[in-house]
């Protein structure tokens, strides 16, 4: 998965629509606001690193490190 924070908030939306849930109901299921995943999907604000993890965690998505 790409380290840019909008591409990562493309394969988060992409990923919760498949499973037809709404940001609203992805926050519930991850225990943040909805203002929260719609920053990580939008690749603004300032969210944690735990928030984004546990989002791609819920959605079947993980983010790889890779040293160069």
């Known amino acids: 998965m790409a380290e ?3 591409k990562i908030g493309a394969a988060v939306r992409t ?3 498949q499973y037809r849930l709404t940001q609203v109901q992805l926050a ?3 225990g ?3 203002r929260t995943v719609r920053a990580i ?3 603004s604000g300032s969210p944690s690193l735990n ?3 546990a989002t791609l965690t819920a959605l079947g998505l ?3 490190v ?3």
């Open 32 to 34: 943040l606001s909805d």
């Open 4 to 6: 840019d924070p909008v």
């Open 15 to 17: 990923a919760r629509k």
């Open 62 to 64: 993980r983010l790889e």
């Open 28 to 30: 519930e299921l991850v």
């Open 51 to 53: 928030a984004v993890v």
């Open 41 to 43: 999907e939008q690749g």
């Open 66 to 68: 890779r040293s160069s």
